[in-house]
């Protein structure tokens, strides 16, 4: 199957391959193993059949943008795909999204919030009553932090994000907080180190050691410089699967 974009004749899986050798290209240049690297495959707007590819070739994270379309595509992609949630989330659609795909979300990374954290933590609650080993589950969130102050980028500011991973540690027993994330300016590689320099607050914060956190930065343009100064989790979409379109959302 190949690409969406009529500019391209490359396959999913030869673009998914290219993606991880370059991945680990760039984890080994820093003295991180080849696997140290999270990659998740952004698949939002594209159809199930272009997601099937990825995991034929061995990829088993997805993330989405839309609430919705996770839910319909949780439902239709084998059980084993972990879904990472990387868009702006409601707080009136956190209990829906999180009861209908359970345990298959893996990470909530956009919380900036802790309303949203709430929100979440009593759905987790649900869910749990629904399993066999119940005390097992817990929904992995990131907090998402606002390194480049611009006004359209979500997040919570640098300045607060300790006190907000803090709050959300010690009142939301069914969440485990994995991480930062940031989308960060596009060409201010700046943002990363504020990403990297937000983490110790955080940590020290939790008594826990910094590696001990994820930090999800980097996408299709700047990946490699993400892991290169300290990622752990890239978001990697359109550099796989293509243009995206977005026709059908309206």
Request: net charge negative; proline share 2%.
């Amino acid at each position: 199957m190949k690409m969406s974009s009529s500019t391209s004749d490359t396959s999913i899986a030869d673009a998914l391959e290219q993606v991880r050798a370059r991945v680990k290209d760039a984890s080994l240049s820093v003295g991180k193993g080849e696997n140290d690297v999270r990659l998740v495959a952004v698949s939002k707007t594209k159809p199930v059949e272009l997601l099937m590819e990825c995991y034929k070739s061995g990829q088993r994270r997805f993330g989405e943008n839309y609430a919705q379309e996770l839910t319909s595509k949780a439902e239709t992609m084998p059980d084993d795909v972990e879904w990472h949630f990387i868009g702006s989330l409601q707080s009136n659609k956190a209990a829906p999204l999180v009861k209908k795909v359970g345990t298959r979300l893996k990470v909530v990374e956009t919380v900036s919030s802790k309303k949203l954290a709430d929100k979440l933590d009593r759905a987790v609650i649900e869910v749990r009553k629904q399993l066999d080993n119940s005390d097992d589950y817990k929904l992995g969130i990131y907090i998402q932090v606002n390194t480049s102050m611009e006004e359209s980028k979500s997040g919570v500011e640098a300045k607060d994000a300790a006190s907000l991973a803090k709050d959300i540690a010690e009142s939301c027993p069914h969440l485990s907080l994995e991480g930062l994330m940031t989308i960060g300016a596009p060409g201010d590689f700046d943002c990363f180190d504020r990403l990297v320099d937000c983490r110790k607050e955080v940590a020290k914060s939790l008594g826990i050691v910094e590696e001990d956190l994820e930090l999800s930065m980097g996408m299709s343009g700047d990946f490699e410089e993400a892991i290169r100064r300290g990622a752990t989790n890239v978001r990697v979409g359109s550099t796989i699967f293509g243009a995206r379109d977005y026709s059908n959302l309206k």
